[in-house]
């Protein structure tokens, strides 16, 4: 073997590493060589192969024992210099070339890429980085150093996924050329370490404009679910973003800068750059999938649960490495996660409607607060019908039962088949709201207002499931049949207990003096008749002014029902024994209302009015 002393490749060589040299050289402290001249950084490269080259021919000779120690030190010791260097020097270019990318430009295209998307023509290094069978190693590296990119693109698509150049094809040669030299030396470490840090920062970076922050999962979970709501919407934006432009894009740098040097390199330097901030992504939903269960999460939750879903087939494109394989197998979990919240939390709600303990009646026999939460929660579920059918598998906890049970309402199953398990759960909800509407009802003194506020309360379930078609299609016209009737039902009820009492007064019986039609009429009675009838209908239009039914056309409905009945029971009477009252004294203390005044009076009912 020919030693460094004679081997004059060597010493040129040997004199350029040591003039780089920045911890004995001014020039090699101030200036940095691949931010110079482009033949300084050629040479360099070179003087590099040079080393490597006698290196690896003196650990041949070493083999053989034709090798001095002294001089496999000094070709070590002129490597390491050279390494150090090499390492600054790939740093360097890595800050300088590292720039933000534009956030909010990025947030509207993350969410809508096509398959007709011209693609990128990736760094070409299937010829000009592979040497031929002539070539030196020396060759093949710095052929790999002047590989260009033969297209200047600035992404490409793959779905939903975008990739963004991050560096120029120049930068991106010259990464090439350190690395292979680094790796070649026995750098790998450092190599991946230095890349690593540079590019977690850029990363890092643009999590913070990204708005995603460093929450613990202990963090997320001390957080007031009304600050949550917000981070929730930010961070599937975000999220959106990280998987399939920004980790796409970092897997595509790793892969043009390490694809030609060796194998899993590139999925060693894309992990070391994008695992944590994966893993602190990713913690901010797996804290939400874990988080103490309430009815107002859930829709944040299928929020996190669609949007993870969109995304984990992009998360298994980026992460598709084994190196990978805990990010991937995370996102999968936490989704499985989710979909238990949400299964959880429907459950949770239907025993919380059947529970739920109010006793103090609402005024005026008006819906009440939990009919109106119930029917705008499960609406919405309904908004969310694809989901939670994918979700929702089995049917509600009861089963197919008449219970006997006074605490739990009935339901047979049996009239439902062929229904989908959700929509027997939100069946079953709308029964559960009925039965337990059914106990507050039994909380009001006057019989009328607990039928009128059933009726209400009823009425408002079948606007609510007429005015969504997508839970009026699951709950079926079946059960807007039912719900109609017993609304109907509770408007009959109301009109017999109020006014019954009161058309009796209206009647011939009891009137005629002796049992004969024709023998004349009890004025006594009479007057008695006028007298009652006239205090049951004020105390009837006291007391139900002040009730109210808030939708327009029912409140109108029921107001034309009472003065069909009314009105013609009252002129008939009026017209049959008003002149055996006018002919007697102080006929206006008895007869106080025509059948107009009455037609009038019934407008007041159902207003609502305040207790005069």
């Given at each position: 073997?020919?030693?460094?002393?004679?081997?004059?490749?060597y010493e040129s060589a040997e004199k350029i590493i040591l003039r780089w040299d920045s911890t004995a050289s001014e020039e090699g402290r101030e200036r940095m060589i691949?931010?110079?001249?482009?033949?300084?950084?050629?040479?360099?490269?070179?003087?590099?192969?040079?080393?490597?080259?006698?290196?690896?021919?003196?650990?041949?000779?070493?083999?053989?024992?034709?090798?001095?120690?002294?001089?496999?030190?000094?070709?070590?010791?002129?490597?390491?210099?050279?390494?150090?260097?090499?390492?600054?020097?790939?740093?360097?270019?890595?800050?300088?070339?590292?720039?933000?990318?534009?956030?909010?430009?990025?947030?509207?295209?993350?969410?809508?890429?096509?398959?007709?998307?011209?693609?990128?023509?990736?760094?070409?290094?299937?010829?000009?980085?592979?040497?031929?069978?002539?070539?030196?190693?020396?060759?093949?590296?710095?052929?790999?150093?002047?590989?260009?990119?033969?297209?200047?693109?600035?992404?490409?698509?793959?779905?939903?996924?975008?990739?963004?150049?991050?560096?120029?094809?120049?930068?991106?040669?010259?990464?090439?050329?350190?690395?292979?030299?680094?790796?070649?030396?026995?750098?790998?470490?450092?190599?991946?370490?230095?890349?690593?840090?540079?590019?977690?920062?850029?990363?890092?970076?643009?999590?913070?404009?990204?708005?995603?922050?460093?929450?613990?999962?202990?963090?997320?979970?001390?957080?007031?679910?009304?600050?949550?709501?917000?981070?929730?919407?930010?961070?599937?934006?975000?999220?959106?973003?990280?998987?399939?432009?920004?980790?796409?894009?970092?897997?595509?740098?790793?892969?043009?800068?390490?694809?030609?040097?060796?194998?899993?390199?590139?999925?060693?330097?894309?992990?070391?750059?994008?695992?944590?901030?994966?893993?602190?992504?990713?913690n901010f939903a797996e804290a939400i999938s874990i988080s103490r269960r309430s009815p107002e999460k859930l829709f944040k939750i299928l929020d996190l649960h669609d949007?993870?879903?969109?995304?984990?087939?992009?998360?298994?494109?980026?992460?598709?490495?084994?190196?990978?394989?805990?990010?991937?197998?995370?996102?999968?979990?936490?989704?499985?996660?989710?979909?238990?919240?949400?299964?959880?939390?429907?459950?949770?709600?239907?025993?919380?409607?059947?529970?739920?303990?109010?006793?103090?009646?609402?005024?005026?026999?008006?819906?009440?607060?939990?009919?109106?939460?119930?029917?705008?929660?499960?609406?919405?579920?309904?908004?969310?019908?694809?989901?939670?059918?994918?979700?929702?598998?089995?049917?509600?906890?009861?089963?197919?039962?008449?219970?006997?049970?006074?605490?739990?309402?009935?339901?047979?199953?049996?009239?439902?088949?062929?229904?989908?398990?959700?929509?027997?759960?939100?069946?079953?909800?709308?029964?559960?709201?009925?039965?337990?509407?059914?106990?507050?009802?039994?909380?009001?003194?006057?019989?009328?207002?607990?039928?009128?506020?059933?009726?209400?309360?009823?009425?408002?379930?079948?606007?609510?499931?007429?005015?969504?078609?997508?839970?009026?299609?699951?709950?079926?016209?079946?059960?807007?049949?039912?719900?109609?009737?017993?609304?109907?039902?509770?408007?009959?009820?109301?009109?017999?207990?109020?006014?019954?009492?009161?058309?009796?007064?209206?009647?011939?019986?009891?009137?005629?003096?002796?049992?004969?039609?024709?023998?004349?009429?009890?004025?006594?009675?009479?007057?008695?008749?006028?007298?009652?009838?006239?205090?049951?209908?004020?105390?009837?239009?006291?007391?139900?002014?002040?009730?109210?039914?808030?939708?327009?056309?029912?409140?109108?409905?029921?107001?034309?029902?009472?003065?069909?009945?009314?009105?013609?029971?009252?002129?008939?009477?009026?017209?049959?024994?008003?002149?055996?009252?006018?002919?007697?004294?102080?006929?206006?203390?008895?007869?106080?209302?025509?059948?107009?005044?009455?037609?009038?009076?019934?407008?007041?009912?159902?207003?609502?009015?305040?207790?005069?």
């Amino acid at each position: 073997m020919e030693t460094p002393e004679n081997n004059s490749g060597y010493e040129s060589a040997e004199k350029i590493i040591l003039r780089w040299d920045s911890t004995a050289s001014e020039e090699g402290r101030e200036r940095m060589i691949f931010g110079t001249d482009r033949q300084e950084a050629d040479v360099y490269l070179q003087a590099v192969d040079e080393i490597q080259r006698t290196l690896s021919s003196a650990s041949i000779s070493d083999c053989s024992h034709n090798v001095d120690a002294d001089d496999q030190s000094k070709v070590n010791t002129t490597i390491q210099i050279a390494m150090a260097r090499l390492e600054d020097e790939f740093r360097n270019i890595l800050i300088i070339h590292t720039s933000a990318l534009e956030i909010d430009s990025l947030f509207d295209s993350s969410t809508s890429f096509s398959s007709s998307t011209p693609t990128h023509h990736e760094l070409e290094d299937d010829e000009d980085c592979i040497s031929d069978d002539s070539g030196s190693s020396r060759n093949n590296l710095l052929q790999l150093h002047h590989c260009e990119s033969s297209d200047s693109s600035t992404y490409r698509t793959s779905s939903s996924i975008r990739e963004v150049d991050l560096m120029p094809a120049e930068a991106i040669c010259d990464l090439q050329a350190i690395a292979m030299r680094m790796i070649a030396a026995g750098y790998l470490r450092e190599c991946i370490q230095v890349y690593g840090s540079v590019r977690k920062s850029s990363v890092d970076s643009s999590f913070r404009k990204l708005g995603i922050e460093k929450l613990s999962i202990g963090d997320v979970q001390r957080l007031e679910w009304e600050a949550l709501e917000g981070k929730i919407r930010r961070w599937i934006r975000a999220a959106r973003v990280c998987v399939r432009i920004l980790f796409a894009s970092e897997k595509k740098l790793c892969e043009q800068i390490f694809d030609c040097v060796g194998t899993d390199i590139d999925d060693a330097c894309f992990m070391e750059t994008v695992k944590g901030p994966a893993i602190q992504l990713f913690n901010f939903a797996e804290a939400i999938s874990i988080s103490r269960r309430s009815p107002e999460k859930l829709f944040k939750i299928l929020d996190l649960h669609d949007a993870l879903m969109e995304l984990l087939p992009d998360i298994e494109a980026v992460f598709d490495s084994k190196s990978s394989d805990s990010i991937r197998v995370q996102a999968a979990e936490i989704l499985s996660r989710l979909a238990e919240a949400a299964r959880g939390i429907l459950s949770e709600f239907e025993n919380a409607v059947l529970r739920e303990p109010s006793r103090v009646p609402v005024p005026g026999g008006t819906i009440h607060p939990l009919t109106r939460y119930v029917m705008n929660y499960i609406s919405l579920i309904s908004d969310y019908k694809q989901t939670l059918i994918d979700l929702i598998m089995s049917k509600p906890s009861t089963g197919s039962r008449y219970s006997g049970d006074p605490s739990t309402p009935d339901m047979e199953f049996t009239e439902l088949e062929g229904k989908t398990p959700l929509a027997l759960h939100l069946i079953w909800i709308i029964v559960v709201l009925q039965f337990n509407l059914d106990g507050k009802s039994k909380h009001y003194r006057d019989v009328s207002l607990a039928h009128l506020f059933m009726m209400n309360n009823v009425h408002y379930i079948v606007q609510k499931v007429k005015g969504s078609p997508e839970l009026r299609e699951m709950t079926g016209d079946n059960c807007l049949r039912k719900l109609t009737g017993k609304f109907r039902q509770a408007a009959t009820s109301y009109q017999r207990a109020t006014w019954v009492s009161v058309l009796y007064c209206l009647r011939d019986e009891g009137l005629h003096v002796s049992g004969s039609f024709s023998s004349g009429v009890s004025k006594t009675v009479l007057r008695e008749r006028f007298k009652t009838f006239n205090a049951m209908f004020e105390e009837v239009h006291r007391t139900q002014s002040m009730w109210l039914i808030p939708d327009g056309q029912l409140r109108e409905e029921l107001r034309i029902s009472i003065s069909e009945k009314l009105l013609p029971a009252y002129r008939s009477f009026l017209g049959r024994f008003r002149s055996h009252i006018e002919s007697g004294k102080h006929p206006e203390n008895y007869i106080k209302y025509s059948a107009e005044d009455l037609e009038t009076a019934v407008l007041d009912f159902f207003e609502g009015y305040p207790a005069s």
